[in-house]
């Protein structure tokens, strides 16, 4: 069915549930952060594209402004980020001391507050519509080739700041924020598979508009995410898992029945800060003082948001097993990255997963651990390039 079907301030192309701007200037969105409507695309992004004004064009574009980078879920990062919050010579976040390692010169949370070099694109807002009816915001920046990025847990689309500036050079980044927070839509009922769909719209819709498959990059459940998505799509040329894709026994996912009794609790009684202080204090033991810290971090406001997403996102990954007929529908290169000192349950089942697909390529990371992609972000973004498009 071709045509357009309007909705709201937004018209919603029927044949594919894609949201593009009206005419003028709709009314501001109550998930919208920018909250100033849809305004024209900069100088910038129309160097490789025109914008599509026909009724059939599919994606919305809106600015916004960036916002701070998210922490790590939990582990010995988080306490390193608390103590540099605290100390005096480092800002908010200082540089850190490590004389370096294997895997680059380590600049360890100093990564999260770019330097004056390093600070991201202004980016575009855009969404799609997810079979089930949910919108999913994603923002776009850079200019080359379509990369899709694919946060965890809790996190949204700001978690990737620190690794944007050494993609936007090459790269056109489509930064998704999954169901559930940020600008992006939700359902009652949750589904892992519903986030696998809606990678998938986001996916088809780029390659759509832009007429070429595109790449894709998940992280820790994300990564389970991205993995989905490709076994719905065939647009999909690349595909690049950090320490997040299914396994044999996906009940090495799950957490203390006891701890997700007591998230759901706090969340039944709407204390959403509670959850996230629970979760680093089962998982990580942290101190009261670090807990300060975290909480006066720019990015809890985000974690908090997004609590309510913790246990259903977390019971989804203990249904995630790795299925042999599943994984040979995927034709996409497949790059598996671990950290060399992870204790992340993926990263001990990378074997399997690479047997499953057949096709993948494995590449640890030298005395890093889960989130190497932000704390030594430029040479990651050469191993990601590289594998992506042949040279970092």
């Not at 100093?110 to 070099?117: E, N």
């Not at 759509?208 to 799509?233: C, F, K, N, Q, W």
Request: with cysteine; charged share 20%; glycine share 8%.
């Amino acid at each position: 069915m071709q045509g357009t079907v309007r909705s709201g301030s937004r018209i919603q192309h029927a044949n594919c549930g894609i949201l593009r701007p009206c005419s003028g200037f709709p009314a501001p969105d109550d998930r919208d952060p920018c909250q100033h409507g849809a305004v024209p695309l900069s100088a910038r992004s129309l160097r490789r594209r025109k914008p599509n004004t026909q009724a059939n064009s599919p994606i919305l574009k809106q600015d916004a402004p960036r916002e701070a980078a998210s922490l790590p879920r939990f582990g010995p990062m988080a306490r390193a980020m608390s103590r540099l919050a605290r100390d005096p010579r480092s800002g908010i976040v200082g540089a850190s001391t490590d004389a370096g390692s294997a895997f680059g010169p380590t600049r360890g949370w100093a990564s999260l507050v770019p330097r004056s070099a390093e600070v991201p694109m202004e980016a575009v807002k855009s969404s799609v519509v997810s079979p089930d009816g949910t919108e999913i915001a994603f923002w776009m920046s850079g200019d080359g080739p379509p990369l899709v990025l694919v946060h965890g847990a809790p996190a949204d689309h700001t978690r990737w700041r620190p690794l944007l500036p050494y993609l936007e050079q090459r790269v056109t980044v489509v930064a998704i924020d999954r169901r559930g927070r940020g600008a992006s839509g939700d359902a009652e009922a949750y589904r892992l598979q519903r986030e696998f769909e809606d990678v998938a719209a986001v996916v088809d819709a780029i390659a759509g508009e832009r007429g070429e498959p595109v790449d894709v990059y998940g992280h820790s459940h994300g990564g389970i995410v991205a993995y989905g998505a490709a076994t719905l799509t065939p647009n999909i040329r690349k595909l690049v898992l950090y320490e997040g894709w299914p396994v044999p026994d996906p009940s090495i996912y799950a957490l203390p029945p006891d701890l997700m009794a007591r998230m759901d609790q706090l969340l039944g009684a709407g204390d959403r800060d509670g959850v996230i202080q629970v979760l680093f204090r089962a998982v990580e033991d942290i101190s009261d003082e670090d807990m300060a810290s975290l909480r006066a971090a720019p990015s809890w406001a985000g974690r908090v948001a997004a609590a309510h997403t913790l246990p259903r996102e977390i019971a989804g990954e203990t249904q995630a097993r790795v299925e042999p007929e599943q994984a040979a529908t995927i034709r996409a290169s497949v790059l598996l990255v671990t950290g060399e000192t992870s204790t992340d349950p993926a990263a001990a089942q990378v074997g399997a997963i690479a047997a499953a697909l057949g096709n993948a390529r494995h590449l640890e990371l030298p005395g890093q651990q889960h989130v190497a992609d932000v704390l030594e972000p430029e040479t990651f973004a050469q191993h990601l390039l590289e594998f992506l498009h042949g040279q970092p």
